[in-house]
């Protein structure tokens, strides 16, 4: 009984994405996330993004129907968007608003498709100013809101509401719910259903948030502890090497 349901479930949620139906397609979705990752970490290594470029030229060129494939395309987009913002480059506008557009676009939007249009939204707030940036800021908190609405399970819908809440000036209202939306993300399965074409980001960022407000109340020894958890579940990656003195 349980295998038959979890072969149902798993072909529900394939309806959802309506995956690519040829078999190229599907080679160059696989590991897509860890590709896409990897290949920011090189640009940050490196000092460009060609790696990264590369990837969203193949992703350009699958069918642009399958909303997995627009929805891979937009997070390459983001993360190539997190390089750009570091570096100061005025190309991250562009960048943001293509993977913006696609997403809006797409039709039959799931928790997943309306997650990450919020972080991208939420990340686009740094290139506005002013009554733009608040509306833009409110598009995303509508957008993550409805991810949670469509999958309360869903980890990344938490941690862009989160990330929201914690980014925004206490004088807006921010500050309030950070932690208690982040920590229900924590608490969520990276997916509902593994599947190599699915999305499972969002954990690591997390757990930086949550030490980043750990450090903020002055509670080192909960930061000290997250601190430990994250780097034994992603030990490779860099950011945690900022925390090691402050959560002393």
């Known amino acids: 009984m349980r295998k038959a349901l979890f072969y149902v479930l798993s072909i529900a949620l394939l309806s959802l994405y309506t995956l690519p139906s040829r078999a190229q397609d599907l080679t160059d979705l696989q590991g897509i996330q860890y590709k896409l990752d990897g290949a920011l970490g090189q640009a940050f290594e490196k000092g460009s993004s060609a790696q990264l470029d590369s990837i969203i030229t193949t992703l350009r060129k699958l069918q642009p129907q399958n909303n997995i494939v627009k929805q891979w395309l937009a997070y390459g987009l983001m993360n190539k968007s997190v390089?750009?913002?570091?570096?100061?480059?005025?190309?991250?506008?562009?960048?943001?608003?293509?993977?913006?557009?696609?997403?809006?676009?797409?039709?039959?939007?799931?928790?997943?498709d309306y997650a990450l249009l919020g972080c991208l939204q939420s990340l686009s707030t740094a290139t506005l100013q002013g009554m733009q940036a608040?509306?833009?800021?409110?598009?995303?908190?509508?957008?993550?809101?409805?991810?949670?609405?469509?999958?309360?399970?869903?980890?990344?819908?938490?941690?862009?509401?989160?990330?929201?809440?914690?980014y925004t000036p206490a004088m807006y209202g921010g500050g309030k719910k950070a932690e208690e939306y982040l920590l229900k993300g924590l608490a969520c399965k990276d997916q509902p259903i593994r599947n190599p074409y699915f999305p499972s980001w969002g954990r690591d960022r997390i757990y930086m948030l949550l030490i980043e407000i750990s450090l903020k109340d002055?509670?080192?020894?909960?930061?000290?502890?997250?601190l430990q958890q994250a780097k034994k579940l992603f030990p490779h990656n860099p950011i945690?090497?900022?925390?090691?003195?402050?959560?002393r």
């Open 218 to 226: 002055d509670n080192k020894e909960q930061a000290a502890m997250l």
């Open 83 to 112: 390089y750009l913002l570091q570096t100061h480059s005025p190309e991250v506008s562009a960048v943001l608003k293509e993977g913006i557009a696609l997403l809006e676009g797409m039709e039959k939007k799931n928790s997943e």
């Open 134 to 166: 608040g509306m833009m800021a409110g598009k995303a908190t509508e957008n993550a809101t409805k991810a949670r609405q469509l999958d309360s399970t869903n980890l990344r819908a938490w941690y862009v509401l989160g990330s929201l809440d914690f």
């Open 240 to 247: 945690w090497g900022k925390y090691e003195e402050k959560a």
